[in-house]
């Protein structure tokens, strides 16, 4: 079974919930995980959740994927950060499974 976490001061959104596809829900208590970590991009603004982002590992920054980056500009900042992916709120369940499934395979490959 494939595992998540959800880093935010807020509830998990129904359209970022991996659970509808199956995954496990896992709490998430140091920057140090072996599995996927949606993290909201409005906790962006929040400096514990920003400190917690540039507290990880460079392999650890690659496990996480920032859900509802709006702009291209701000996707391609996180991206040029070291994060593994980001998408906007609109994003299908399918497209976020298949990107958290690409994060999840790497992390196992490498």
Known sequence: MERFSWVSPRDIPEQFD???KGWELLPLKSPQSDNVVLVDANSLNDQRFLQFITMASAENRRMMLVCGAETPEVRSRLLSGGL???VAHTVAME????????LDALANWV
């Open 95 to 102: 497209e976020l499974e298949a990107r958290a499934s690409k």
């Open 18 to 20: 991996l659970r509808r």
């Open 84 to 86: 593994g992916d980001a």
